[in-house]
Structures are given as C-alpha cells and as structure tokens.
C-alpha cells in the first residue's frame, strides 16, 4: 500500500495561482448567509455580480466557496476583498501544511481535514481555509461536503448560541468541526489496530506485519498534520492582548483555547495508539519467534531420536570380517526390535520431561 503523504503539487512560485489538488472536477461553487440574532438570509449558488449587493457588513456573513478550479472566479473574490495573491497562493496550492497568518486586518487559517478513505487503509486528505476579515468569514474547500452540514442547520434554526455570535464563533465551530474529523479517522485506525492485534494471535501472515507498517504511517502522517495545527491554534490563543488583529472578540478567545487542548489531546491518543501498534508488531515477531522454536524444538526432538539409532546402524554397518551378531539367525529382528524399544523409551522420556 503506498504510503501516506500529502498530496504533492508541483513547485510553483509563491504568487502562481494555480490549484494543485486532485480534486479537478468539482465545479466551483459559493454559497452566502448572512445572518444576525434576528434574521438569516442563505444564498444558493452564490455569484460574484451579487458581492455588492448581498453582502451586508451591518450583520455576520459566511461565503463558503468549494471547488478550487475556477482561478478567475477566485482572483475576482480576491479583488473584491482586497486579499493579496499570496493568500489566494496559498489556498490554491494543497501541499501548504497548515498555517496561521495575521495580518493587520486579515485572520488567514489553513487546515488540512482527514478522513479514512472507504475501500483502503488510506487516508484522504482535503485541505480548508479560512479569511477572517471585517465582519465575513470565508470558507474554501476542495470541493463540497457535509462536514459544516450540521452547522448551516443551526445558522438556519437558531440553535445555540451561533446566531448570537460574531463571526470569529463561527470560525471556532468550522475549526472544530475540521477536528471531529481527526477523532473519525483515529477511531477508525484504532479499530483496525484491535483487527491486526486479533490476527496476530491467530498467525503469523506476512500480510499483517504490510498491515502494521501502514497504519504506523498512517498515524506518523497524522502526528505531522496535527502537530502544525497544535502550534497555530497556540499562536492564535496568545494574540488575546495583541492590538495589531482585533477580529477576534476577547469572549471568543476561550473557545480557541478549547481547541488547542483538543490538539493536545489528539496527539496524546495517537502517541498511545502508536504504542498500540508497537504492540501489535513485537507480538507478530513474538509470535514468528515461537512457532520457529516450536519447530526447532520438533526436529530437535525427531534428531535425538534417530542419533542412536544412526549410531546403531553404523556399528552393523562396518565392514569387519568377525561380527558375530552378523551370522545370528534372529540378529536382524532383535536389532530392529531393539531399536524399536530405544525409539519407545526416548519418546517416554520425553514425555516426561514435558519436551512436547
């Protein structure tokens, strides 16, 4: 199975607009809410023409964008936003690991979202961002999804206290949304790991140990994409008092620190899941080493066996003129009957000895 890694793009130079991810035949689409306490407004297939007329800055506005392959629809969103290339570079080249940038204005977060692929032990990779910018937060995705489905339902019924909130809430339950999708897939792994430790007390195939080496690189691939997300969401929880990004309510700054609790709570489950699976891989060998022993042991046991016996055929089987026992009558039967009982005796004892 191949081995884990993020989606690789080519090297483009930090202001090419250029998608760089697989995911090429996803129309790229918007959709707006624009909401308050009071009210919620939803626009499905949301177009540029109406950015000016939509957009109501008085109220929180979410324009989720998925779909990444339209660059003159993006670059469109850019100008209207006044967001610089290297933003829209960085949200169209996947193979950015994630990152947190602050600007005087502008909150820009980047997240990779993993999730365990159907029919392999692979695991896809999407990359999200986000703007935070002046009262809207902008969403970007590869293509479109239902991790925030439960989210649209609450702007929509006024469930919770999201309506309530600015939208640097919102982007605390997009982020958090983006998390549950870790749990998903190390709950996932670890089912698989309770599987490989089943079968390795059952044999010793090959294939388990190919098993094992790529869920070890599965979670190794897990441990790289969080660790980045771990340090970010501890950048964000230290801007509180900075006075150069003020999009981010003081009140609000608690739920982040959720966030990067559950960071550390995440990287803690895959340390003790790796450990798990160091488990699994010594018991295989384990395993390995004791049927090899047992048959060691087996043909150590046949070898004691036969030595005497070898041994008693070589004696009858030298050459001498003057062996007596040659011209005995019965001499062949109470060899062989003699070598019988010797076989019978070493099989008693070791019996006895509880050799097998």
């Known amino acids: 199975m191949r081995k884990i890694k993020y989606k690789k793009g080519r090297k ?8 760089t991810g697989v995911e090429k035949e996803h129309e790229t689409e918007m959709q707006l809410f624009v909401y308050d306490d009071a009210d919620v407004v939803e626009y499905e297939k949301f177009t540029v023409l109406a950015l000016n007329t939509c957009i109501d800055y008085t109220k929180n506005n979410w324009l989720n964008i998925h779909g990444l392959n339209d660059i003159n629809l993006l670059k469109t969103v850019g100008a209207h936003f006044k967001l610089d290339d290297f933003l829209l570079a960085d949200i169209l ?17 980047n997240i990779k979202s993993l999730l365990p ?3 392999s032990d692979n695991i896809s990779v999407e990359q999200i961002s986000f703007i935070l910018k002046d009262g809207i937060l902008i969403s970007f995705q590869e293509k479109r999804s239902d991790f925030f489905t439960h989210i649209r339902e ?10 309530t909130k600015k939208v640097d809430y919102l982007l605390y339950l ?7 999708n870790f749990y998903i897939t190390i709950e996932d792994e670890e089912d698989k790991i309770e599987e490989l430790i089943n079968l390795t007390k059952k044999g010793a195939d090959p294939i388990i140990l190919e098993k094992i080496e790529n869920h070890r690189d599965n979670f190794n691939f897990l441990k790289r994409s969080i660790i980045p997300l771990r340090d970010s969401l501890y950048y964000l929880k230290t801007i509180k008092d900075d ?16 966030l990067h609790q559950k960071s ?7 340390d003790s899941d790796m450990s798990s699976l160091e488990s699994a891989s010594n018991f295989y060998f384990s395993e390995q080493s004791r049927k090899m022993n047992e048959i060691m042991k087996t043909l150590t046991i046949i070898s004691a066996i036969f030595i005497p016996l070898t041994f008693i055929v070589g004696v009858y089987g030298m050459n001498f003129e003057y062996m007596p026992e040659l ?3 019965n001499g062949y039967f109470i060899v062989m009957g003699g070598m019988l009982l010797l076989v019978v005796a070493l099989i008693i004892y070791f019996k006895k000895r509880r050799w097998f």
């Open 12 to 19: 483009l130079q930090h202001i090419t607009l250029e998608y």
């Open 93 to 109: 080249n996947t193979s950015k690991r994630t990152k947190l940038e602050e600007q005087k204005d502008i909150l820009f977060f």
């Open 117 to 119: 692929s159907e029919y």
């Open 154 to 163: 609450r702007l929509r019924t006024h469930a919770g206290i999201v309506r």
């Open 174 to 180: 997009l982020l958090d949304a983006v998390m549950e």
């Open 243 to 258: 006075d150069t990004y003020n999009g981010i309510q003081k009140e609000t700054f608690s739920f982040f620190i959720r």
């Open 264 to 270: 550390l709570e995440l990287l803690e489950q895959i």
């Open 327 to 329: 011209r005995a009558k």
